[in-house]
């Protein structure tokens, strides 16, 4: 099994491809404004490390957030148009799901992301890894009094204040998110959902309102 696997539900553009067993090549690029002019310079670099061409592939991996909505679209519809060009299938996973991966088991973690608006994404998970809350969305002086275990996430660290010390994993690795697929597809639990972004909130976009009638003087 050949996975392509990347994430942009975060700051970080992360990519990698993996056998089945493990990382072939990966590389992540922390932009938050850069997402659509990083994401497929980094496809064709892993690729071309790993020595595989896209129709090598048996699988495409996707972070699907929570984020923010212009960086996580672009990961999502790029995965979508990866796996509808190559015939392949598109695996979708919570990205905060990946994070609670990279962190371990065998204590209880909360994984906090940026919301922007003064806001992060959260869930929260006991020691076998499963979640038991969230994905949600809310205020850091809220969500402080609802987490639970160690906490995790560059969007706990953006508010100390509400959440004291902070561990890593920072970013979300597209490694683990290949590896998560790979258990979920062989019987591990975990849910593998549509390529389709988890939003919690409207776009911080809107669309314009209709000008304003104009009365001749």
């Keep these: 099994m050949l996975l392509l696997g990347f994430d942009t539900a975060t700051p970080a553009v992360t990519v990698a491809v993996y056998d089945g067993t493990s990382v072939v090549a990966s590389h992540v690029t922390v932009d938050a404004r850069r997402h659509g002019e990083l994401l497929a310079p980094l496809i064709q670099r892993v690729l071309t490390e790993a020595k595989a061409s896209p129709r090598d592939l048996d699988g495409i991996a996707v972070g699907v957030g929570p984020g923010p909505y212009t960086g996580l679209r672009v990961g999502v519809v790029t995965a979508l148009s990866l796996g509808d060009a190559l015939g392949v299938p598109v695996h979708g996973v919570c990205t905060l799901d990946?994070?609670?991966?990279?962190?371990?088991?065998?204590?209880?973690?909360?994984?906090?992301?940026?919301?922007?608006?003064?806001?992060?994404?959260?869930?929260?998970?006991d020691?076998?890894?499963?979640?038991?809350?969230?994905?949600?969305?809310?205020?850091?002086?809220?969500?402080?009094?609802?987490?639970?275990?160690?906490?995790?996430?560059?969007?706990?660290?953006?508010?100390?204040?509400?959440?004291?010390?902070?561990?890593?994993?920072?970013?979300?690795?597209?490694?683990?998110?290949?590896?998560?697929?790979?258990?979920?597809?062989?019987?591990?639990?975990?849910?593998?959902?549509?390529?389709?972004?988890?939003?919690?909130?409207?776009?911080?976009?809107?669309?314009?309102?209709?000008?304003?009638?104009?009365?001749?003087?």
């Design 98 to 125: 990946v994070l609670a991966a990279q962190a371990g088991v065998g204590e209880a973690v909360t994984v906090l992301t940026d919301a922007r608006r003064r806001e992060v994404f959260w869930a929260s998970y």
């Design 127 to 217: 020691a076998d890894g499963k979640r038991i809350a969230g994905p949600a969305v809310g205020r850091p002086a809220d969500v402080a009094g609802l987490v639970t275990g160690r906490i995790v996430g560059a969007g706990a660290q953006l508010y100390p204040e509400a959440f004291g010390d902070v561990s890593g994993p920072v970013h979300p690795d597209a490694g683990v998110l290949c590896a998560v697929v790979a258990g979920r597809l062989t019987g591990a639990p975990g849910e593998l959902l549509p390529a389709r972004p988890i939003y919690l909130r409207r776009p911080d976009t809107a669309e314009p309102r209709a000008p304003k009638t104009v009365t001749p003087a």
